[in-house]
């Protein structure tokens, strides 16, 4: 298993781990690499996150999740020594990639994971709405489509016994009760 054909460059792994026990790998493997004297070998872990746009009630909310779940991204040089490390600290279940052979990710595919927020509204399609503010504030009407790139919802109301749909924000209407 000597030197496992990758050199001794830097490069990006990923470890798969217990769901919810990323940040506790993260730790764990931090320290390991100190007692181990492996700054050289290791030089990062991250966990990826993403700010989300969380909208409820009308209210606006940004919130940190985890992009991948179970997942911990690793920037090591490959060798018997830091693989071992990294695959026996607690926490870690293996690395990913086929057998016992880490697949390293390019740093481009590093740089994009968890850089877009994703607007999140706690609405569905069909549900009862109320618009809280603008020129039809307080009418009620249901949700006929979402856009979350946008940030926009579309609503049918009922105005003047015909239905109309109308577009507005996610910040301008409330689920119904």
């Known amino acids: ?75 090591m040089v490959m060798t018997d020594e830091s693989w071992y490390v990294v695959r026996n600290t607690r926490g870690v279940t293996g690395f990913v990639g086929p057998g016992s052979r880490p697949i390293p990710l390019t740093d481009e595919e590093v740089d994009t994971m968890g850089q877009e927020s994703r607007p999140r509204v706690d609405l569905a399609i069909g549900e009862n709405v109320r618009v809280l503010s603008g020129p039809l504030e307080d009418f009620v009407g249901r949700v006929h489509e979402i856009d979350t790139l946008r940030q926009t919802v579309r609503v049918v109301v009922s105005m003047f016994g015909r239905e109309t749909p109308v577009e507005l924000e996610f910040t301008q209407v409330k689920r119904e009760k």
């Open 1 to 75: 298993m000597a030197d496992r054909g990758e050199g001794n460059t830097l490069q990006w792994y990923v470890a798969h781990t217990y769901s919810g026990y990323e940040n506790k790998v993260k730790a764990n493997l931090e320290k390991a690499v100190e007692n181990n004297g492996m700054q050289d070998l290791v030089t990062e872990i991250r966990v990826p996150v993403e700010d989300v746009v969380e909208v409820k009630n009308g209210k606006r909310r940004t919130v940190q999740r985890k992009v991948y779940p179970g997942y911990v991204l690793v920037r």
